[in-house]
Structures are given as structure tokens and as C-alpha cells.
């Protein structure tokens, strides 16, 4: 379903497949009542593009990232989503927009309603506004996309062009929606259980199944009604309705008006190794409410035990609202901000010289390999006639002064050549730093305080919360491509330590990685492939809050330990804290 300035590619079986090597920013969308596709949030989008890597066909459990939407199921195979306790059926799709979009990043366009709360403008409106906004436009007029509206920066304020109302709006940063490259791999179908071949008899994966099972008999008995067959006699004694919210465009209905068909019929249809699951009678008094319409038949476990709808845990990713008043600074630490120092943006040394500060000449030389151009070290490096330096010949061999190890002088100047030049050694063999290691992150900003609340695993102790913002910007000489571009996406990123003695000492380390700029580097994301982009540099973060859902939070009784053995690894270790 294209719309206007929607960005939307190539649309297969429901999952769109954007161009090889080509980014895009994904954003999922149901259609409700109204027949207007609505966004689902940046975090239930990730969510979502998580579970699709790992099975394309499977399932996804909207509550585990938000908790309004626990009784939401999402059908990646039949690209449905289920209400759990009302059996409420909507469409949804993935749609694909411009990185440099409003969901790229993470702008929101929010409208105030009637009731004082603020409601988020459908993605191509959102899109639109967004684009008027940076081109510095006054206002900007809706009716191209079928909206008697018109949107005024100056006041911040959206009328009505017929009813002549007038309500505010404003402009949010949210959490950036995912970006992925290239086309998706291929995934393993539906999982089965490994010895047998049957699904598993736990009862969430039931309710997973039983929800697939009723996606599928739903709409082939959708299709045979369409096509001239029969699908039963809705409402029928014994049978249960269920309401299927809005159909996609190739169904040619006239309008997405909801509809009605027996599950009763269509349960016929269901696949072979899904359990038949027990009908109860849901017109009387009982535990379970006769609002669970048709899907709560169908979610019943084997056994005929009542219906339990489950909520997946959900991970917690921030605190609950602080004032300002309520952040402290951190004890023994001074400050609440640092930005990054203007003495490690521009820092370079002559190579020669600093090669000849940390090692000192070899006159025996070992016959033994040297590990930077593998030539034997008896014999001239492999760097000859490609470099060129006064004073050190290719046959020169020289002993770094802490770790001992050797290699031909001319080989560690082409490796320092190659690096961040900024007067600092590192023996490629064990890693030995030699000098200030510094890094190559752009300009921002870090701050950290004291909240007052309490992580998973420290009940005694309040919070840490650092938090890094680092815009957008140029690549400059040191960067993998100077003059060109770089994105930021998910800043400011929020991080947790605890407040004891461990915790302010990382803190007091990990400002001290800020300073010599090691914390994020620009490059590739391993997770999207996105390149020239703010990532981090091998120096672990907690992100979540209040659980370790996705391994980046607590409780993590190593985290602490392991931190400061990748701070180490940087050339931060406890021995740089001055008492």
C-alpha cells in the first residue's frame, strides 16, 4: 500500500526487501478503523526486528517491550496481529523511509487532543512536517495528503481549515526506529520440537502455536468467503465470532469495516501437530471473562486447564520519572558534565620520534619473525621502498621497553601511520599501551549524577546514570572518511552503575575514556551495517535499567569487574586514579 513520500520499497509476502547495499530506517504499522496505517513506537519496531532475524515466520510478543500492549500478538507469517483477550485481528505491514527521515532520527510530530495528552501524527504526515520543518517553511498545508489542516511552526499549532480549531503540536526526540542494509536472510521455519517433530507442550508455546493455527484457518476461510465459498454461519450455536479489524487492499473490499466469520468452521483448517484445543462454554459466570470472544477457545492449553493469557516479561529500560532536583552529583567526583576536550581533536607527533621513545635498538638481532610485516627480523622490513624515514633503516630492529617484544623500527612507524597519531604505542603482540592512548571519538557531551532509586542486585545503593549525546556531523582527518557525513542514531544513549565504591571508580575511569575520547569511534554497526556512524568502542555499557532482558543490564554481578578489564585494555586502569 504506497502513500505519498512514504519511502516504501519492494513489498514481499508482507516483508518488504529494500536493494542490496542500500540503508533504510523500518517502521512497522497496523491499520486501525480507519483504514490509516498507525506506527508502531521505536522500541516495539526493534522488538519486532529482533524477533524477525531469528525466525521470519514466527511470532512476536508485543508486551515484553511495552506493557500497554501485552495482550497484542503479532503473526510475522500471516502479518496479522491478535488481541489476545478480545481476538481483535488487524493487518500490519513494514514500510522503509530515508535515514535521514523524521523515524531515522527519531523526531516525533505529536498533535494535543481533547484530553490534554499528546498523539503522534501517522508516519507519512510525521515524514512530511518533519521535511517542512528543517527547510525552515512557515507552515505547510496537509491537503496533498488528504488533511483539511494546516501546520504553523511559528505558534507551534495545527487548525482546522473547515472548523477554523486550533490545537497545539510539538516536536519530540525519541528513540531512532531500526536501520537495517541489504535484503533479509532467510529463516527457519515455525520451530518444532527437536526429538519428535511435534510442537512443544509448554504453555506458552500453545498459546504461540494456537495463535498461528487461528491466524491461518481465519484467513483461509477470509479467502474461500471472497471467492465464492462458504465460510459458516456467523454467530451460530456453539460457535465464536471473531472480529478481524480493517482487510488489506487485495482483498477489494470497499471500505476496512470490520467482519465477521465462525472459527467454528474455520478451525477445520487448522494445520496437523497443532493440539485441538477444548471450546468452553464462556456465556456463564467463571474466572475467565465472556469478553475473550472466539480467540479464548482456541488459546485453551490440551489439558482443558483455564485460559491463562500470559504477559512475557517486558524489559525495563529507564527509571521512573525524576525530578530535577532529585539528581546529585556522584560523591568524590566533581562536576556533572564533561565535553570533550579540544586538546584531543587535533594531536599528532612525528612517528619516528615516538617509535624511538618507547623502544631502543636491537644489536644481536634473534632470527625470529616480526609480527607487523612477517619477515624474518634478521632481514630488512617488508615496509622497504613503501616508507621512508631519516635515521631508521629497514634492517633496524628495536625492543619495546615494558613488554620486550621486537620488531623492525620501520614496521612500527608504518603502524603508527596507519593509527590515530597521537603520540601513543600499542605492541600488536600483548596490546602493552605505550604513552595516552586516545581515540577518535566526535565532539558531545557526558553526563552522569545520582538518582534515587536502586538496581537489580544492588538494593542498598542508589543509581549512577550516565548519559552520552553525541550529534551528527563531518568526518574529519582522523575519521574513516573526512569530508563526509556521519550519523548518531539512539542519543543520548542512558547508562546505569550502581552507587558504591566499584561503581564511582568505573565512573571515575570511564570519564577519564571520555576525556581521551575512547568511548565511541565512528564506523560500522554490527547490527544494522550501517557505516559512517557514531559506534561504540569496545568499552560494555549498561542500557537497562530495571532488568537484563537483553544482556545490557542487571543483575550482572561481573559487570563491574569485566568493565574495568576493557578500561584496562584501553590503557585506563585502577593505577591512573589518583587518590
Not at 513489498?11 to 542500500?22: D, E, H, R, T
Not at 565532539?443 to 538518582?451: A, R
Amino acid at each position: 500500500m504506497a502513500r505519498p513520500g512514504s519511502g516504501l520499497l519492494v513489498s514481499v509476502n508482507g516483508l518488504g526487501y529494500p536493494p542490496q547495499n542500500l540503508a533504510r530506517v523500518v517502521v512497522w504499522e497496523w491499520l486501525n478503523e480507519h483504514g490509516r496505517w498507525r506506527p508502531y513506537t521505536a522500541a516495539v519496531c526493534h522488538h519486532i526486528e529482533n524477533v524477525l532475524k531469528g525466525d521470519a515466520r514466527g511470532s512476536v510478543v508485543l508486551g515484553q517491550v511495552d506493557a500497554q500492549l501485552s495482550p497484542y500478538i503479532i503473526d510475522l507469517q500471516s502479518m496479522h496481529q491478535f488481541r489476545q483477550d478480545t481476538g481483535t485481528m488487524r493487518p500490519v505491514q513494514r514500510n522503509f523511509y530515508d535515514p535521514s527521515s523524521a523515524p531515522g532520527k527519531g523526531v516525533v510530530w505529536e498533535w494535543e487532543n481533547d484530553n490534554g495528552s499528546w498523539t503522534p501524527y501517522d508516519m507519512e504526515i510525521c515524514v512530511t512536517i518533519q521535511n517542512a520543518y528543517e527547510k525552515q517553511h512557515p507552515w505547510l498545508d496537509l491537503t496533498s495528503l488528504g488533511f483539511c489542516y494546516l501546520i504553523d511552526f511559528n505558534s507551534m499549532s495545527q487548525t482546522n481549515r473547515q472548523s477554523q480549531r486550533k490545537r497545539r503540536l510539538r516536536r519530540r526526540m525519541d528513540l531512532a526506529y531500526p536501520l537495517i542494509m541489504g535484503s533479509i536472510p532467510k529463516s527457519q521455519s515455525w520451530p518444532v520440537g527437536a526429538s519428535s517433530g511435534q510442537p512443544c507442550s509448554c504453555q506458552q508455546c500453545i498459546l504461540v502455536n494456537s495463535t498461528r493455527a487461528a491466524s491461518n484457518a481465519i484467513l483461509a476461510s477470509q479467502r474461500r468467503k471472497l471467492h465464492g465459498g462458504t465460510a459458516g454461519n456467523a454467530g451460530a450455536a456453539g460457535t465464536h465470532t471473531v472480529v478481524l479489524g480493517g482487510g488489506q487492499a487485495k482483498n477489494n473490499l470497499n471500505r476496512p469495516g470490520t467482519q465477521r466469520i465462525s472459527v467454528g468452521t474455520a478451525r477445520g483448517t487448522i494445520p496437523a501437530g497443532v493440539p485441538a484445543l477444548p471450546v468452553k462454554n464462556l456465556t456463564g459466570s467463571g474466572p475467565v471473562h465472556p469478553a475473550l470472544a472466539g480467540m479464548t477457545g482456541i488459546l485453551m492449553c490440551a489439558a482443558g486447564l483455564p485460559v491463562c493469557l500470559t504477559r512475557a516479561p517486558k524489559p525495563i529500560l529507564h527509571p521512573p520519572p525524576i525530578n530535577k532536583s532529585d539528581m546529585k552529583p556522584v560523591p568524590g567526583i566533581n562536576g556533572m558534565r564533561r565535553k570533550t576536550k579540544k586538546k584531543h581533536l587535533r594531536r599528532g607527533k612525528n612517528p619516528e620520534d615516538v617509535v624511538r621513545r618507547y623502544t631502543e635498538k636491537i644489536k644481536v638481532v634473534p632470527d625470529e619473525d616480526c609480527t607487523i610485516c612477517m619477515e624474518r627480523l634478521v632481514m630488512s622490513s617488508g615496509y622497504e621502498g613503501v616508507l621512508q624515514h631519516k635515521g631508521i633503516k629497514p634492517e633496524l630492529v628495536g625492543k619495546l621497553g615494558k613488554c620486550g617484544h621486537m620488531y623492525h623500527l620501520l614496521c612500527l612507524v608504518a603502524m603508527y601511520n596507519n593509527g590515530n597519531k597521537d603520540g601513543s604505542l600499542q605492541c600488536p603482540t600483548c596490546k602493552t599501551i605505550y604513552g595516552e592512548k586516545t581515540g577518535t571519538q566526535p565532539p558531545g557531551k557526558m553526563e552522569y549524577h545520582v538518582i534515587p532509586h536502586c538496581l537489580p542486585g544492588y538494593p542498598d545503593s542508589k543509581t549512577i546514570r550516565i548519559v552520552y549525546d553525541i550529534p551528527a556531523g563531518i568526518q574529519t582527518n582522523e575519521h574513516p572518511n573526512p569530508g563526509k557525513k556521519f550519523s548518531a542514531r539512539g542519543f543520548p544513549r542512558h547508562c546505569y552503575l550502581p552507587d558504591n565504591e566499584k561503581g564511582r571508580k568505573v565512573l571515575k575511569l570511564l570519564i577519564m575514556a571520555w576525556d581521551r575520547r575512547l568511548i565511541f569511534t565512528i564506523g560500522t554497526s554490527s547490527t544494522t551495517g550501517e557505516s559512517d556512524t557514531v559506534v561504540w568502542n569496545e568499552i560494555h555499557h549498561k542500557t537497562e535499567f530495571g532488568s537484563n532482558l537483553t544482556g545490557h543490564g542487571y543483575p550482572d554481578p561481573n559487570y563491574l569487574d569485566n568493565v574495568l578489564a576493557e578500561l584496562s585494555a584501553q590503557g585506563i586502569g585502577e593505577d591512573n586514579l589518583k587518590d
